[in-house]
């Protein structure tokens, strides 16, 4: 079946007590044990299972096309049940722009336990050059946050493979829409399902999928079961929800990126516009090679400095200022701010989310602050 099939009936059981189509909240922390002792529905107790986390892992699985899929109470969470599945000892490799709540985590977290090198993932030598005998985990973003930079996944998946290194993609971004990294070799895929995924800013998840179900996988169910950082039936229920319209949500959100692209990057009070999808983006070549479509994300420098890029922001209307990403309302962020300050990010760069709303609206606005 085609993802937008796939997106509407891989996440639901329709009841068959009651005959509800759309599949019903499951609630209840503990499940019934039978004359046996056994559990006669195959549910025991919900941090462990519970039906709406399993629809929601069932579609997520789908999606990227893997065997399996863990769903989690945020993307942190995510990333951090694969560290926490690592041996201790192992070396990381991590591109330096990193999303820095992940960076951080690693840093202030898995000090001592973990080894961890941050590299500029756009050349494949770097990422050779860093390879040790106890590098277990290669982590790549693609594309990255706040710079939109590529790193080339089929390419790392290839190393990996001849390394037997572990290889996983932060997909957070782009949506199995836009790439499908396990079709080009990943071993796991991760995702803030807080983004794009759920769609709607309010609710809170993460999740990885694997490509096979392995001896790390099972670490890592391990880890989310006995860790317990496992998200709500409701949250499960919401992002299933979420997930029924996210073909046609991304269409909306490349379409209306694209059209902004190309339009602040002819402004004259625009440095420079980065986002993959444009003839000038420096890997623009790799984005048409590895990604389906480039995504409802763009960043991009204002002409004048911090100061002129914060009164820009403050002038519009329709643009929300506020973090976090992949919403049907567009949102813009001055970055540099929110990194701290070993970030690599320009003090004049706005991310921006490109929402549903009319492009038209979303242009006018923009025209009006620059
Ligand atoms: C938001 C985000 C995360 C972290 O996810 P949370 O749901 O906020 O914990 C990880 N990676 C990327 C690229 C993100 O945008």
């Given at each position: 079946?085609?993802?937008?099939?796939l997106a509407?009936?891989?996440?639901?059981?329709?009841?068959?007590k009651?005959?509800a189509?759309?599949?019903?909240?499951?609630?209840?922390t503990?499940?019934?044990?039978?004359?046996?002792?056994?559990?006669?529905?195959?549910?025991?107790?919900s941090?462990?299972?519970?039906?709406?986390?399993e629809?929601?892992e069932?579609?997520?699985?789908k999606?990227?096309?893997?065997?399996?899929?863990?769903?989690?109470?945020?993307g942190?969470?995510?990333?951090?049940?694969v560290?926490?599945?690592?041996?201790?000892g192992?070396?990381?490799i991590c591109?330096?722009d990193?999303?820095?709540?992940?960076r951080n985590?690693?840093?202030?977290?898995?000090?001592?336990?973990?080894?961890?090198?941050?590299?500029?993932?756009?050349?494949?030598?770097?990422?050779?050059?860093c390879?040790?005998?106890?590098?277990?985990?290669i982590?790549?973003?693609?594309?990255?946050?706040?710079a939109?930079?590529?790193?080339?996944?089929?390419?790392?998946?290839h190393?990996?493979?001849?390394?037997?290194?572990t290889?996983?993609?932060?997909n957070?971004?782009?949506t199995?829409?836009c790439?499908?990294?396990?079709?080009?070799g990943?071993?796991?895929v991760?995702?803030?399902?807080?983004?794009?995924?759920?769609?709607?800013?309010?609710?809170?998840?993460?999740?990885?999928?694997?490509?096979?179900?392995?001896?790390?996988?099972?670490?890592?169910?391990t880890?989310?079961?006995?860790?317990?950082?496992?998200?709500?039936?409701?949250?499960?229920?919401?992002?299933?929800?979420?997930?029924?319209?996210?073909p046609?949500?991304?269409?909306?959100?490349?379409?209306?990126?694209?059209?902004?692209?190309?339009?602040?990057?002819?402004?004259p009070?625009?440095?420079?516009?980065?986002?993959?999808?444009?003839?000038?983006?420096?890997?623009?070549?790799?984005?048409?090679?590895?990604?389906?479509?480039?995504?409802?994300?763009l960043?991009f420098?204002?002409?004048?400095?911090?100061?002129k890029?914060h009164?820009?922001?403050?002038?519009?209307?329709?643009?929300t200022?506020?973090?976090?990403?992949?919403?049907?309302?567009?949102?813009?962020e001055?970055?540099?701010?929110?990194?701290?300050?070993?970030?690599?990010?320009?003090?004049?760069?706005?991310?921006?989310s490109?929402?549903?709303?009319?492009i038209?609206?979303?242009?006018?606005?923009?025209?009006?602050?620059?």
């Amino acid at each position: 079946m085609k993802i937008e099939t796939l997106a509407i009936h891989a996440g639901n059981k329709t009841d068959e007590k009651t005959g509800a189509v759309v599949q019903p909240i499951t609630l209840s922390t503990t499940f019934l044990r039978g004359h046996d002792g056994g559990y006669p529905g195959g549910y025991m107790y919900s941090r462990a299972e519970n039906p709406n986390r399993e629809a929601l892992e069932n579609v997520l699985a789908k999606l990227e096309g893997g065997a399996d899929a863990c769903a989690f109470s945020s993307g942190n969470a995510a990333g951090m049940s694969v560290f926490q599945a690592m041996e201790p000892g192992s070396h990381i490799i991590c591109p330096d722009d990193m999303y820095h709540g992940l960076r951080n985590q690693l840093k202030l977290l898995f000090k001592g336990i973990l080894t961890f090198d941050f590299i500029d993932f756009t050349h494949l030598e770097n990422i050779l050059n860093c390879f040790k005998k106890e590098t277990k985990l290669i982590w790549a973003e693609s594309p990255s946050n706040p710079a939109m930079k590529l790193c080339d996944i089929a390419g790392i998946a290839h190393l990996a493979r001849e390394h037997d290194i572990t290889f996983a993609v932060d997909n957070t971004f782009a949506t199995p829409l836009c790439q499908q990294p396990l079709a080009l070799g990943a071993d796991l895929v991760m995702h803030s399902t807080t983004k794009f995924i759920n769609g709607h800013s309010d609710v809170s998840g993460g999740a990885l999928i694997t490509k096979e179900k392995n001896e790390l996988w099972e670490k890592i169910r391990t880890v989310q079961g006995f860790g317990g950082a496992v998200p709500a039936p409701f949250d499960c229920y919401l992002i299933t929800r979420g997930i029924k319209t996210l073909p046609y949500r991304m269409r909306g959100h490349v379409q209306n990126a694209t059209a902004l692209a190309n339009y602040l990057e002819k402004h004259p009070g625009v440095e420079a516009v980065y986002y993959p999808g444009l003839a000038s983006h420096p890997q623009h070549e790799l984005a048409k090679k590895q990604m389906i479509s480039f995504g409802g994300m763009l960043s991009f420098l204002v002409k004048g400095g911090e100061e002129k890029a914060h009164a820009l922001v403050n002038s519009l209307k329709i643009f929300t200022q506020a973090t976090s990403l992949g919403g049907v309302e567009s949102l813009i962020e001055h970055r540099y701010s929110v990194e701290g300050p070993d970030t690599q990010t320009p003090k004049n760069l706005l991310r921006v989310s490109v929402g549903l709303e009319h492009i038209d609206d979303l242009i006018a606005d923009l025209e009006a602050a620059l």
